[in-house]
C-alpha cells in the first residue's frame, strides 16, 4: 500500500477572542492518498475551511493548533515560516473559492505565473514564460500565447479558475486542496472544472482535498468522503457508502436538503402538476369574477370583467450597453409573459443575459427596442411619476444579502426603507409592518434593534425577502437569491419562499443556473444563451422534456448526489459535447 501523501491526526484548532477561546476543530484524524479525492462537507462554520488551511500553515495568529498534519511525513506544525514559504505551491497548493480574489487584478497572467515557476526554482526567464503557455493551454485556455498577456478581468469566471488551477499545479504539488472551486460558477462551467480536475488527477496521480457543501459535486469526484459538523468528523468512508447509505442524521439531512432536478416518471411531478391545475383554474375565477377589482377593470360598455393584465410581459426587447458612445446589444428580440401569481425561472450560463434583464425590469438599464410592461403599462414610455408609481409594485431580492443590506442601519428600518422611500404610513405603523413581516419570515420580533453583521447568511436572506414584500409587490424580481447559502439552509430559504408566494400571491421573475432549484420553484422557464431564447415552456416541458441540444446539455451538467447516476450524466454530457462539435 502507498503511503498517505497528506495525513491528519487528532486536530485540534482554537481561536484566541476578546471573549474567550473559541474551538473551530475537535480532534480530526483523516488521510489523502496520492491520486484520490477525499470531500470533506459539512455546513459554513462546520470546520472544514480551517482543517483545509492548517495543511497550508495559512491559520492567523491568534490560532491554537494542537495533534499532527504530515505532508509525506513530514510534520507541517514544525516547519519554519521559510520552510512553509517553500512548501507552498511546490508540494502543497490550493484552489480558492473565488478566482478573482486568488489573482492579483494589477498584474498580467503571464506575470503571475512566471513568478510561481522562478520563485520555487522549476524555471526562469523564457523558459518560465513557454512553461507558462504550456501550463494554461494544459488546462484548456484557448490562444494561450496571446491570452497569457492579459489581465485577469479580461478572462471569464471559468477561464480565471482555470488559470488559478493551473498556478496551483504549476511546481507539480503531491496535494492540491481545491477549498469550492466552483461554487460560484454555472453548471455547464462547474462541469467543465471538475473534468478538469479529474483529469490532472489522473495524469499527475494528484491527492486532492475536495472542500465543498455540494453533494452532487463530491458524487462527481470524490472517492472518499469525510462529513464535519460543528469542528467534528461525525461520518467517514467511500462515497458510494456515504451518499448512498447514510448513516448519521446530519449526512442524511445535507442530503435530503438538496434540491433534485425530478425525472420524468416521478410521483411527485403528478401532484404538482394537480396544483398547478388548481392554482390556474383559481386563477381563472377570480379573473372572471364580477366582482373582481385586484387588477381586473370592469368593461363599461358589456358590464363583463376584462382578464387581469399580465404581471410581467416582454414584446420583442432588445437590451444594450454602451460604453464611450458605443453600444453593445446583449439581450436580443426577447419575448416572455409572467402572469399574476406565476413564478417563471431564468436560466442560462454566466453571460447569457439574465440579470440584464432583471436590471431593466427595475428599471436600472433602459430598453432599447420593444416593450417591458409591468401590470400593462410599457415602463419605458411612462413618465417619470408614473414610472416610481409602478415601480412600487416591484420588489427585489439580490444574490448575496451581506452586500445588499446596508450595514450602517437597524433591522427595522432596513425593512421599512420602502415604505420611507414611497412615502407610506407613519412610524408607528412601518414599524407594526416589520414585525407582521418578520412574523411571516420566521424571525422573532427581537432582531428589529440589531444590525445585518449580526445575523447569519440564511437570516440576512430572510430579511431581503421581507424588505422585497414591504409594499406588497404584484411582481417579485428574485437574482440568484440562495447560491450564496448552505444547501440546508438553501432549502430553508426555498421552503419559506414557496409558502410567501402562495400566501401573497405575488408573480416572480427568478433567475438562477441551479437547475434543480427553478425545478422546485418555478412553473414556467425560459433558458437563455448569448442573450438570446433558446427554448421557454412549462416546466415540466422544459426540464423534463427539452428540445434543443443547449438545454439539454445543460441538464446534463448539473451534478445529482448519487455517484452511479452522476457517472451516466457525465458520460450523457460529454455525448452531448461531442454532437456539437
Do not use: W
Amino acid at each position: 500500500m502507498p503511503e498517505p501523501v497528506l495525513s491528519y491526526k487528532d486536530i485540534r484548532v482554537s481561536f484566541a477572542t476578546e471573549f474567550g477561546d473559541v474551538d473551530a476543530v475537535k480532534g480530526v484524524s483523516f488521510e489523502v492518498m496520492p491520486g484520490e479525492v477525499v470531500a470533506v462537507v459539512g455546513e459554513s462554520g462546520s470546520g472544514k475551511s480551517v482543517t483545509s488551511s492548517t495543511a497550508m500553515g495559512l491559520l492567523p495568529e491568534n490560532a491554537t493548533v494542537e495533534g499532527e498534519v504530515l505532508l509525506e511525513g513530514r510534520s507541517v506544525l514544525q516547519m519554519s515560516t521559510a520552510e512553509l514559504r517553500r512548501l507552498r505551491g511546490s508540494d502543497i497548493s490550493m484552489v480558492f473559492q473565488e478566482p478573482m480574489t486568488a489573482l492579483n487584478p494589477v498584474l498580467r497572467v503571464s506575470d503571475q505565473l512566471v513568478e510561481a515557476l522562478q520563485v520555487h526554482d522549476v524555471a526562469f526567464g523564457a523558459d518560465a514564460l513557454e512553461k507558462s503557455v504550456e501550463l494554461l493551454e494544459r488546462v484548456g485556455i484557448p490562444d494561450a500565447r496571446t491570452k497569457i498577456r492579459q489581465y485577469p478581468h479580461q478572462f471569464s469566471g471559468g477561464q480565471r479558475q482555470r488559470i488559478v488551477i493551473a498556478m496551483a499545479i504549476a511546481c507539480g504539488p503531491k496535494v492540491i486542496i481545491a477549498d469550492e472551486p466552483t461554487t460560484a460558477l454555472d453548471v455547464t462551467v462547474q462541469a467543465e472544472i471538475l473534468d478538469l480536475l479529474r483529469e490532472l488527477k489522473q495524469e499527475l496521480n494528484t491527492g486532492i482535498l475536495l472542500i465543498t457543501h455540494n453533494m452532487g459535486v463530491v458524487a462527481d469526484m470524490a472517492d472518499r468522503v469525510v462529513v464535519m459538523l460543528n469542528g467534528e468528523v461525525v461520518e467517514t468512508g467511500p462515497v458510494t457508502k456515504i451518499l448512498g447509505h447514510p448513516e448519521h442524521p446530519y449526512t442524511r439531512r445535507l442530503l435530503a436538503a438538496m434540491p433534485l432536478l425530478r425525472e420524468a416518471g416521478d410521483p411527485a411531478l403528478e401532484q404538482d402538476r394537480e396544483r398547478e391545475r388548481v392554482r390556474v383554474t383559481e386563477r381563472a375565477m377570480r379573473e372572471n369574477s364580477p366582482g373582481a377589482t385586484a387588477g381586473v377593470s370592469t368593461g363599461a360598455a358589456s358590464g363583463a370583467a376584462s382578464v387581469a393584465p399580465p404581471a410581467l410581459e416582454a414584446k420583442d426587447v432588445a437590451l444594450e450597453y454602451k460604453f464611450r458612445r458605443k453600444a453593445t446589444r446583449v439581450v436580443h428580440d426577447l419575448n416572455f409573459t409572467v402572469q399574476p401569481g406565476e413564478i417563471m425561472g431564468l436560466v442560462g450560463e454566466s453571460g447569457s443575459g439574465k440579470s440584464t434583464v432583471a436590471k431593466a425590469v427595475l428599471g436600472l438599464l433602459d430598453i432599447a427596442e420593444g416593450e417591458l410592461r409591468v401590470r400593462g403599462e410599457n415602463m419605458p414610455t411612462l413618465p417619470a411619476k408614473q414610472k416610481k408609481a409602478l415601480k412600487r409594485e416591484i420588489g427585489v431580492v439580490f444574490q448575496d444579502p451581506a452586500a445588499s443590506l446596508d450595514p450602517r442601519f437597524p433591522i427595522g428600518d432596513i425593512i421599512t426603507e420602502p415604505m420611507v422611500v414611497h412615502k407610506e404610513g407613519d412610524k408607528n405603523s412601518r414599524t407594526a409592518r416589520a414585525r407582521e413581516l418578520l412574523d411571516a419570515v420566521r424571525l422573532p420580533s427581537s432582531v428589529l434593534n440589531r444590525y445585518p453583521h449580526e445575523l447569519s447568511g440564511g437570516q440576512r436572506q430572510r430579511i431581503s425577502i421581507a424588505r422585497a414584500l414591504t409594499l406588497n409587490p404584484t411582481l417579485l424580481i428574485a437574482d440568484e437569491p440562495t447560491s450564496a447559502l448552505d444547501v440546508s439552509v438553501q432549502a430553508a430559504v426555498l421552503e419559506l419562499f414557496s409558502e410567501l408566494q402562495q400566501q401573497y400571491g405575488f408573480a416572480c421573475l427568478f433567475v438562477s443556473h441551479d437547475l434543480a432549484v427553478v425545478d422546485s420553484l418555478a412553473h414556467k422557464v425560459l433558458v437563455m444563451q448569448k442573450g438570446r431564447t433558446v427554448e421557454q415552456g412549462t416546466t415540466d416541458e422544459v426540464l423534463r422534456h427539452a428540445r434543443e441540444s443547449y438545454t439539454q446539455q445543460l441538464l446534463a451538467a448539473a451534478p445529482v448526489p448519487n455517484p452511479e447516476v452522476q457517472a451516466r450524466r457525465r458520460t450523457e454530457r460529454q455525448r452531448l459535447l461531442a454532437a456539437l462539435s
